[in-house]
């Protein structure tokens, strides 16, 4: 990185969980200066120190943009969940929310995959350029390969099945991940995330629907998605619930899949007993 880019600020849109605080002390690390926009009911000011922090809330647009420019902010990352979208009838808009509105409301009616692409392109025209959080923080990056744990013949299968299935409802803009137990394909996510799809495996074991054991979940960008937001994640929770679950491992593609925390995230999976392999990714042309 040259000097330039290194003293360059970058703004942090920061949503819930870990992931933010992660991204934001990579950024420090590679001798940057992030400018965290915490989310107001999703990102907790004071989990991002040293970092300065501005808290915003849904409603000010023009605050968020002024900001930027007065930190000299030129290239920004979208980073962290977003429990629900906004409710613009309950909404206390500034000046620069109400010239957006009309964009803004009908963008909130459109699928995700193009409704973070809008945004994009509002950040876009204010000579903003959004970046991949795994452009800054490339050693959250899921590598290539089995990370942790030994891959069986059946569990090659399982991934098999459960990557043409994610790949397959990503292609409708529905979600990123699925369940193959077996070599049968038997859930797939939808909007209620990857918690919530475990939790119908754990169901459909005890209620002994499928094998009692076995079985891997496969997390994958959608075939379509801009890959600088909204990537597939694995964490420790995800070891937790794939475990409760009574999987043998977890599936993600290589390079497209955030960790939340490479040492922790490898060391709950060794704990839980299961495997972590990285995907390789289909080529562009394959979507």
């Known amino acids: 990185m040259d000097g330039t880019a ?22 420090l690390r590679e001798g940057r ?7 107001a009911g999703e990102a907790e000011p ?17 605050r968020l943009f002024r900001l930027t420019e007065e930190k000299g902010c030129r290239e920004a990352v979208f980073v962290g969940s977003i429990s629900r979208r906004p409710d613009y009838r309950a909404l206390r808009p500034d000046l620069g929310t109400m010239k ?19 945004v994009a392109h509002i950040f876009e025209e204010r000579g903003i350029h ?44 529905i979600a990123q991940a699925a369940v193959a137990v077996g070599g049968r394909v038997v859930a797939e996510e939808d909007a209620s995330g990857t918690d919530a799809l475990l939790e119908r495996v754990a169901l459909l074991r005890r209620a002994g629907t499928i094998a009692k054991t076995g079985g891997v979940l496969v997390k994958c960008l959608k075939p379509k998605q801009d890959g600088r937001h909204d990537l597939p994640t694995v964490g420790p929770t995800t070891a937790e619930h794939a475990r409760r679950a009574g999987l043998a491992g977890v599936a993600a ?24 392999m990285g995907l390789k990714a289909p080529s562009p042309e394959h979507g």
Request: charge should be negative; aromatic fraction near 4%.
């Open 100 to 118: 957006l509105i009309p964009r803004i409301l009908k963008l909130m009616s459109r699928r995700d995959n193009d409704l973070l692409s809008g």
């Open 130 to 173: 959004i970046v991949s959080p795994l452009a800054v923080a490339p050693d959250l990056g899921l590598a290539e390969g089995c990370q942790v744990g030994m891959v069986s013949p059946e569990s090659e299968a399982d991934i098999a099945a459960a990557a043409a299935a994610a790949r397959r409802i990503g292609g409708l803009d």
């Open 33 to 39: 200066s992030p400018i965290v926009f915490a989310i």
């Open 46 to 62: 004071g989990d991002f120190a040293p970092a300065p922090v501005h808290t915003v809330r849904w409603g000010e647009i023009g």
């Open 6 to 27: 290194a003293a360059t600020p970058i703004a942090i849109l920061a949503g819930g969980g870990k992931l933010p605080q992660l991204v934001t002390a990579a950024v």
């Open 253 to 276: 593609e290589a390079g497209r899949t955030m960790l939340v925390g490479r040492e922790e995230t490898i060391d709950a999976f060794r704990r839980a007993g299961l495997f972590l």
